[in-house]
């Protein structure tokens, strides 16, 4: 497999690199997140190890920003923050796989391996419909009906996170997390703000409601019932 492996500490950079090609492997090295970032993005690799601590950019804002722009290769982070808090948040910003340091380099390509064997990530849709609701991810236009909607750049971004849990009830925690990247309770109505302004624009000019309150829990976005 080729492997890009983004790690700034070289003993540790220079220690995996020398195991992975006696394993069989071509690996890449860069010690620098943005130098990683654009390294991702411009190759083609089976695996990518990214540690989460890095000069330039961490390793969170380069698996989020290759998941934003439709990159699917396995990411596993490989890192000295081993908290379950921590963990999780690696895992929910696109990571496949969570190893920490120190670790046995045997443990790391058997990860390794195991993603390099998964089946290639499906493409993900481009245009997500719900009822006569149509938003266009490229286009970054949405309409209803065939009638166009116009959104601010939040209430797109909350209405696509509504659109892709579809059927589901979405909570205001995870709207603070999703849209607004909060990881605490700003003790504001920006949510119920943006809802308010998103239904208005949504429901209000059509007969049948999309867009309904879970009293006490949070949205779900789902064709009439």
Known sequence: MRILLIEDDTKTSDY??????EAGHV????GDGR??????QREAYDVIVVDRMLPGLDGLAIVRSLRAA???TSALFLTSIGGVDDRVEGLEAGGDDYLTKPFAFSELLARVNALGRR??????KTVLR???LELDLIRRAARRA???IELQPREFTLLEVLMRGEGRVITKTMLLERVW???FDPKTSVVETHISRLRAKLDRPFQAQLLHTVRNTGYSLHAPR
Not at 16 to 21: M, T
């Open 146 to 148: 065939g009638q166009v």
């Open 70 to 72: 439709k990159i699917g």
């Open 27 to 30: 690996c890449d090295v860069v």
């Open 119 to 124: 089946p290639p990530v499906q493409e993900q």
């Open 130 to 132: 719900v009822a006569d």
């Open 35 to 40: 130098d990683g970032l654009f390294q991702a």
């Open 16 to 21: 995996i690199a020398k195991g992975l090609s």
């Open 181 to 183: 990247d909060f990881h």
